[in-house]
Every structure is written in structure tokens, then in C-alpha cells.
């Protein structure tokens, strides 16, 4: 078992984390060890001395640890784990039962008991990502209480917790089927080709589900759309399924052009008749607004950060800037679909840079929907700061 230090919390602190606040922040420590060992357990105490509840130590960019249970006599263990799957498992029973849709997050960190871990079912092969070292120590713990929860072809995991934020290439199959990727999973009757053991991410965002359903269902007939930062292009089969007259997807990552082609392919969608663009998006807005090309719908999903040899791009500065570009070759009338995964700001904050765009370029507008976490991925109601996923689809008015 991990070994166990008591970590004091500072006074301003012990409330919050007392009331169920389950990330463990650096200010909050009295003293912290630098040389603590990732996956030390902490025994979290009021300035008194009192117990608080216990934790892990793990470092990640948003704390140094999570808070595990206010119970002192819980042991971390793997009938700990189990029952946290469990639990979680039982909430997902409606997707199980789903024939349409094999692919969605059965464990989702802090929102079901465990910061730092994610679970990810596809098909029946289950992806493990661990968000820090700390966490990574509990690893065979956490594999053995799985196989004991769950009925699983095989294991695959994602060690996101590399040096400098970058991924460093793996194989991360641990055990069980050897997957033959591309495997083809379904959502919503949808098909995308998914491969576990390629980098850190897999060729679809399962936390995108409830956006690509209202494009194809609401928003794509007849329309030409434009999809930005489109990777697998999973917005454009989505579009293209919806009855779209012509889907655009426009990428700087070489390999999303054959990933896009399968995608669309998997779909029996003749990828000749869409158009397919691996450039850098801004370049792509400039070549657009020369030619006077305007799209009915517009998908804006960034990542939070990326940086090009040419410039930087952050969504917490550039987002109004996007938008208003965006806003050159949009159709009247059109629709803007607005995506940020930043957990640094909140909603309303979103639509202050939504607000922001559109008034510089004298637009009105409407907010038709607004999506944010699908239901597979649990939060704390108490702590929606949790829910980084923000969409706003927005109509132009005139
Ligand atoms: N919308 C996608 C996910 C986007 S992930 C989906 O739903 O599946 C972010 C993508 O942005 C990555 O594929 C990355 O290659 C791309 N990207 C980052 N900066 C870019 C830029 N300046 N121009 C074009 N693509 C960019």
C-alpha cells in the first residue's frame, strides 16, 4: 500500500475541502514536501490536527492531488476502486443498453470519486487515462478492480502525464484482445474509426456526442458547412449525415486528411464530393473571404492552445477574434456552432467573448442552443467549474 504523511491544510482552506471540494490545491498546503512521492496518500488535517478526509498526491497543472474520502477508516485499496467503478458503472447502464452508440466515458475522474482518472468504453476494450504519476501508481490496483466490475475484451491506457505536455509515443495496450485498429465504433448510428494505440487521442471526442447529434439533426440539411480545426473530421460526417449540400474540413495536421477520408468512408460517404483542407485555419479564413465564399454553417472548435511558427493562438485571449473572422464568411442568417474544451473560464464568460465579436462587427444574434459535458461525463453539481466543455450555437440575425 502507499505510504501515508498527513498534509495541513491552511485555515481558509479547511471549508471548502470539507464541504466536498475534491481538488487538493497547492495554496492550500500549510508546507508541502517537494520530495513527496507521487501517490503518497495524505491524511488531510484541519490546522488543529483533525482529520479532514484522505487524498492522493499527484501533480497536474490544476492541483497537486485529489481527495479520495471523508471516511478515515476507508482504506485505498481495490475494493475501494471496485466500488467506485461499480458505482459509476451503474449510472451508465442507459449506454450499455444503447445499441446505436459503443463508445462513451464509463469513469470520469473527480465527478465519480477519483480526480485524475478517466475511464473511456469503446466497444467493449476500455481506455485508462492517467492524468498524473500519482495516480499511476495505483495502476494495477486499478486494472485488477476493473476486470473484477467489468466484462471487457481489453485494456488500453494513456499516460497523459508526460514531460512538457507532449505525448511521448507508446504502446498502450496493457491487456486482454489485442485490438486490430481502426476499430469501428458507433454513436448514434454514426460510425467513426477509432484507434487506441496511436498518440494521445483516438480519432473521436466522445465528449462532443450531444453537439454532433444537434448538427446532423437540426442544423446541417441543405446547408454548406465549414468546420474549423477539424481533425477526424467527426463535425463533418456528422454534417454530411444531416443532409448537408457540402461539408469543408480544414486542418494543419497532415495525417488529418486520410483520417478524414476514413472517416467519411466508414459512413459510405464519397469523400470526393466534400472538401478536405490541410492548412492552417486562419490562412484558410483570408483565402475564403478573397474568394467571397460564405458557408451557412460555420463550426469553430479550437484547441485550447496552439502555437504555429508563424503565431500563438489561445482561446482565452483570441476567442473574439475567431469569431470575428468566422463572422467574414458566414451566410446571412447562418449559424456559428462555438466550442471551447479551456477549463479556465466559465460560460458566461464564453459568451462575454461571443458578446465581444459579434458587437464589434455591428452582428445581432441569437443563441439557439447551449451544450456543455454530455451525460456519461458525470460532474459535481456543486462544482461546474469541472464542466470545461462550453458550446454555444449561435444564429446571425439581420
Ligand atoms: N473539432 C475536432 C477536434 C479538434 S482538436 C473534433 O471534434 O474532432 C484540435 C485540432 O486543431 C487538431 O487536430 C490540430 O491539428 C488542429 N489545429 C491546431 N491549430 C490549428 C490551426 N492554426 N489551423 C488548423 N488546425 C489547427
Redesign the pocket.
Known amino acids: 500500500m502507499n505510504q501515508l504523511v498527513e498534509l495541513k491544510l491552511k485555515p481558509n482552506f479547511v471549508a471548502e475541502v470539507s464541504n466536498g471540494y475534491p481538488l487538493i490545491l497547492k495554496e492550500a498546503a500549510e508546507t508541502i514536501d517537494e520530495a513527496l512521492e507521487e501517490g503518497t496518500l495524505l491524511k488531510i488535517v484541519r490546522p488543529n490536527g483533525k482529520y479532514i478526509a484522505t487524498g492522493y498526491y499527484g501533480k497536474q497543472n490544476k492541483g497537486i492531488g485529489w481527495v479520495l474520502t471523508n471516511n478515515q477508516t476507508e482504506e485505498i485499496d481495490e475494493a475501494f476502486f471496485k466500488v467506485k467503478f461499480q458505482q459509476a458503472f451503474i449510472k451508465r447502464d442507459s449506454f450499455y443498453n444503447i445499441e446505436d452508440t459503443t463508445a462513451f466515458r464509463v469513469f470520469n475522474g473527480e465527478g465519480d470519486g477519483i480526480g485524475g482518472l478517466t475511464i473511456d468504453y469503446y466497444d467493449g476494450f476500455y481506455l485508462i487515462s492517467f492524468y498524473s504519476q500519482g495516480i499511476y501508481s495505483f495502476r494495477e490496483t486499478i486494472f485488477a478492480a476493473l476486470k473484477e466490475t467489468a466484462e471487457l475484451r481489453g485494456i488500453y491506457e494513456k499516460k497523459r502525464f508526460d514531460t512538457n505536455g507532449q505525448y511521448v509515443d507508446q504502446d498502450d495496450y496493457v491487456e486482454g484482445e489485442v485490438g486490430e485498429f481502426p476499430i469501428i465504433i458507433k454513436e448514434n448510428g454514426m460510425n467513426f474509426a477509432v484507434n487506441l494505440n496511436d498518440g494521445a ?1 483516438t ?3 466522445l465528449d ?1 456526442r450531444d ?2 447529434l444537434a448538427l446532423r439533426e437540426r442544423f446541417s440539411e441543405g446547408k454548406t458547412v465549414l ?9 463533418s460526417v456528422a454534417a454530411a449525415l444531416g443532409g448537408a449540400y457540402e461539408t469543408t474540413s ?4 497532415k495525417r ?1 486528411l486520410p483520417m478524414t477520408i476514413e472517416q467519411f468512408s466508414v459512413n459510405g460517404i464519397d469523400y470526393e464530393q466534400q472538401q478536405i483542407k490541410v ?6 479564413f483570408s483565402y475564403a473571404a478573397r474568394h467571397q465564399l460564405k458557408f451557412d454553417v460555420v ?1 469553430l ?3 485550447s492552445f ?3 511558427k508563424k ?1 500563438t ?1 489561445s482561446t482565452s485571449k483570441d476567442y473574439p477574434k475567431l469569431i470575428g473572422e468566422a463572422l467574414e464568411i458566414t451566410a446571412a442568417k447562418g449559424i456559428i456552432v462555438a ?1 471551447t474544451n479551456n477549463a479556465s473560464f466559465n460560460m458566461k464568460k464564453f459568451k462575454t467573448f461571443i458578446d465581444k465579436a459579434f458587437k464589434e462587427k455591428n452582428q445581432r444574434y441569437k443563441i439557439l442552443e447551449q451544450h456543455q459535458l454530455p451525460e456519461d461525463f458525470v460532474i459535481l453539481e456543486d462544482y461546474p467549474e469541472f464542466n470545461y466543455l462550453k458550446v454555444c450555437i449561435i444564429q446571425l440575425l439581420k
Open positions: 487521442m480519432g473521436i471526442f462532443q453537439v454532433r468546420n474549423t480545426f477539424s481533425y477526424t473530421g467527426a463535425f480544414v486542418d494543419l495536421a488529418s492548412m492552417n485555419v486562419f490562412d484558410y463550426v472548435d479550437p484547441p496552439a502555437r504555429t503565431m493562438f466550442s
